[in-house]
């Protein structure tokens, strides 16, 4: 008796839709209707089997009017440092250069070089050190962060960063093999990013 | 990001994955802490487990390793 019971409780949220643009993105389906419709056509007696596609969770939607603010989610291994946030714009510091995300921008996928992040809300600008990561903006103004290292920018010791940097710079100068090269090159590059962070 | 097809970076080139790389840049990061802050980050990234190979459905002697980010 309460077998259909799931599918009729679903059916009015189907319909009830508030009114939307047309230009609207919808949210992706909870179900694959071809699908669902072979099967009825097959055993209309028998509730169609869920699909993985019901046990996720759908993209959500995408407005075409721009949201105002741009929500953040930046986490690390081992905590999240802003979870949900609503900001204004995130700076981030992309192998391809220092990265403007306000809110509305193209989704896109960025692999992040070590460099600053820094978080603009109203006059208040945070800034962290990320050491390597990435960044994934989503089409709704959903951006989310993920270092695998991020320190605010008052935490770093300019001491160590410069003795960092020459015995690294000593080291590319004296490696042999690629890897050490490469490694040589990474410390480089890393003392080099937390200096200009520290000056910056 | 890399051109379609283009250069790998330096690292991926030298034969190194990218978890490898970024493990070795947070290390370097975590290096250049303050000091409360870098004792806190080297002790939370520590880690310490026994290891021990099974032979003829019996565990050999363990080889406990404990090692923080030097290895």
Redesign the interface.
């Given at each position: 008796m309460f077998r259909r019971a799931t599918t009729l409780l679903r059916r009015p949220l189907m319909g009830a839709t508030s009114r939307r643009f047309s230009t609207d993105l919808p949210a992706a389906p909870v179900e694959d209707s071809t699908f669902v419709e072979a099967w009825k056509k097959v055993s209309p007696n028998v509730d169609p089997p869920k699909t993985p596609l019901a046990y996720m969770k759908p993209r959500p939607a995408t407005p075409t009017s721009l949201p105002s603010k741009l929500t953040v989610n930046f986490v690390l291994p081992?905590a999240s440092e802003l979870s949900a946030k609503e900001v204004d714009m995130v700076i981030v510091p992309a192998?391809?250069g220092q990265m403007g995300v306000l809110p509305g921008h193209v989704a896109t996928i960025?692999?992040l070089k070590?460099g600053v992040l820094s978080v603009h809300e109203g006059n208040d600008v945070t800034k962290y050190?990320i050491?390597?990561?990435f960044v994934f903006i989503h089409a709704n103004s959903v951006a989310d962060i993920i270092a695998?290292?991020a320190?605010p920018v008052d935490?770093?010791?300019a001491n160590?960063?410069q003795k960092?940097l020459q015995e690294f710079t000593q080291k590319l100068n004296s490696a042999t093999t690629?890897?050490e090269?490469?490694?040589a090159?990474?410390?480089v590059d890393?003392?080099s990013a937390?200096n200009s962070a520290l000056t910056g | 990001?890399a051109s379609a097809g283009g250069a790998a970076?330096?690292?991926r080139?030298?034969?190194?994955t990218y978890i490898t790389?970024?493990?070795?840049?947070?290390n370097?990061?975590?290096?250049?802490?303050?000091?409360p802050?870098?004792a806190e980050?080297i002790s939370?990234e520590k880690v310490h487990f026994s290891l021990s190979k099974w032979v003829d459905g019996k565990p050999e002697k363990p080889t406990v390793r404990s090692e923080g980010a030097d290895h």
């Open positions: 081992y192998t391809t960025a692999e070590p050190f050491s390597s990561g695998v290292e320190v935490r770093i010791d160590l960063v960092g690629d890897l090269k490469a490694e090159q990474i410390g890393v003392h937390l | 990001m970076p330096f690292w080139a030298a034969g190194m790389y970024s493990n070795i840049c947070a370097l990061v975590r290096n250049c802490l303050k000091e802050f870098k980050a939370r």
